[in-house]
Structures are given as structure tokens and as C-alpha cells.
């Protein structure tokens, strides 16, 4: 398979200025459990940047969408082929962060980037996610691989740590404390900088400070 191919198939984003390594994001709108909770006041995908984004740059929400089109009607070997393909390829940093927009859509696709990570050893992956059953379904059949940090997001603003999740995340409003491990991108002008706790399995809650 050629690059240009694996495109043809999702394209994975060098492009985040934010984070090292490099991305994969799919349309925002049809996260499963993010948009029950986008109606919610005192939730984080309430205020969703990435919704935000893909309404004010319709190239973004095109190639968003097409991201999430072209799982949908791929064979998940062929996917799996291309993410693996265009990672090796793009990634100088050894890491990878699925879904900065948009998140978890089935099970296969959860057993899918599992593949991918298994063939990737030499990157670490960073998986957040509102899909909880999904994630649970998984672990009941598979082993999360060494290097993947699947963390639960928690579903309310200055949430606790999900109930049986390993790794997690939660947003904190400058009213309440971090209840975990503190990101500081904001003094970084929004940027990881030399931070990889998100990345990190031995860190079990990151806090997220509400854009």
C-alpha cells in the first residue's frame, strides 16, 4: 500500500501544534455518549472546541467527516493498514493521540486501533474517550495493549475518577482544584511542551483546566 492509498482510506494529522506526534480525528457531531452529554449544562462536551472548530472551518469539518465516512465503509484490515502506514510514516515523536475530535464509534473500531497500536510498539498511544461500554466490552475479550493509555473521561465538570477505569481524565473550572495530575498546557501558549502525562500509564487521573 502506498501513502497516497492509505489516504484514501482516513488521513491521520501532522498538523496539531498543540501535541507531539501526530492525530486522528473524526466528526465531533457523531460522537455516541459526547452528544447526549453536548446537551447537558456542567459537562465538558457542553462547550465542545471541537464543534466549535468544525463550524468555523468548513475544511475541517469536511475532512472530519470524511475521516469517520471512510471508516465507515472500510474493511477494518485495510483501516488498520493505512493507520499503521501513515503513523510509521508522519510520527518523529513516537506519539499518537486518537480523537482529538469526534471519539469511539464500535467495538471493531476500539479492536481496530488495538491492531494498530500492536504493530506500532515503537509509538505510545493516547486514547481518550466518553465510551465506556464500549471500552468495557473490550476488556472483557482483549488485553489493552502494553502501549495504549485508554483513559475514561469523566461525564461531569469537576467530575471523580470513573468508577472501574484504570486511567482517567476530568475537566476542573477555576472555582474547584484538579483532582488529578494537573495539565499546564495553558502557561505553555497552549502547548504539551515536554509534558507526556497523558501518555504516561503510571499517572491515573490527568485534570484538564475548562477552556
Known amino acids: 500500500m502506498l501513502v497516497k492509498d492509505a489516504k484514501l482510506l482516513g488521513k491521520i494529522s501532522t498538523g496539531n501544534t498543540k501535541m507531539p506526534g501526530t492525530t486522528y480525528a473524526i466528526d465531533a457531531f457523531a460522537c ?3 452528544s447526549k452529554l453536548a446537551k447537558q449544562e456542567g459537562t465538558p462536551c457542553h462547550a465542545c472546541y471541537a464543534r466549535k472548530l468544525q463550524k468555523l472551518r468548513p475544511s475541517v469539518d469536511q475532512g472530519w467527516k470524511a475521516n469517520l465516512r471512510k471508516w465507515q465503509e472500510a474493511e477494518p484490515a485495510h483501516w488498520e493498514r493505512a493507520m499503521v502506514l501513515q503513523i510509521r510514516r508522519y510520527n518523529k515523536d513516537s506519539y499518537h493521540r486518537w480523537f482529538d475530535s469526534g471519539d469511539l464509534q464500535s467495538l471493531q473500531m476500539l479492536k481496530s486501533i488495538a491492531h494498530v497500536c500492536e504493530q506500532t510498539p515503537e509509538v505510545k498511544h493516547w486514547l481518550p474517550t466518553q465510551e465506556r461500554g464500549i471500552v468495557a466490552q473490550f476488556k472483557a475479550e482483549h488485553a489493552v495493549p502494553d502501549n495504549l493509555a485508554i483513559r475514561v473521561s469523566a461525564a461531569r465538570l469537576n467530575g471523580d475518577k470513573p468508577a472501574k477505569a484504570p486511567l482517567a481524565s476530568q475537566v476542573f473550572t477555576k472555582q474547584h ?3 488529578g495530575y494537573e495539565c499546564k ?3 505553555r501558549n497552549n502547548s504539551c ?6 501518555w504516561d500509564k503510571s499517572i491515573e487521573l490527568i485534570s484538564y483546566p475548562k477552556h
Open 32 to 34: 455516541i455518549t459526547g
Open 177 to 179: 482544584k484538579p483532582k
Open 185 to 187: 498546557a495553558r502557561s
Open 193 to 198: 511542551g515536554p509534558c507526556r502525562a497523558c
